[in-house]
Nanobody, 124 residues
Framework: QVQLVESGGGSVQAGGSLRLSCAAS????????MGWFRQAPGKEREFVAH????????YCADSVKGRFTMSSDNAKNTMYLQMNSLKPEDTAVYYC?????????????????WGQGTQVTVSS
């Protein structure tokens, strides 16, 4: 069983930055493919970024490309989402997810484990 705990959410003004963390337990992060998703009020959950197992390859949604960066620290068994140049439309609950596979996925149905979510609010 894998447990995921997000942290680092908060409130910032547009143009600001936040770094979200997702601490994993129960399994070594390097054996998992990982993803970040978000859900804004009244909207469906959407893909943000994913990482192949081992952390060598990452992909971001077009809406965040160039502003968000996904990374991992295997020594801390933690992955991160660095969010820069934040916009009000980035406001959402952010979730990290893990799957028992080699490649990450843009589809939330492909993930086996989920964190509880962390709120990010960006004001204009």
């Amino acid at each position: 069983q894998v447990q995921l705990v997000e942290s680092g959410g908060g409130s910032v003004q547009a143009g600001g930055s936040l770094r979200l963390s997702c601490a994993a337990s129960g399994r070594t992060l390097s054996t998992l493919a990982m993803g970040w998703f978000r859900q804004a009020p009244g909207k469906e959950r959407e893909f943000v970024a994913h990482m192949h197992r081992g952390g060598s390859t990452t992909y971001c949604a077009d809406s965040v490309k160039g502003r968000f960066t996904m990374s991992s620290d295997n020594a801390k068994n933690t992955m991160y989402l660095q969010m820069n140049s934040l916009k009000p439309e980035d406001t959402a609950v952010y979730y990290c997810a893990a799957r028992m596979g080699v490649v990450g996925s843009r589809s939330e149905s492909n993930y086996d484990y989920w964190g509880q979510g962390t709120q990010v609010t960006v004001s204009s």
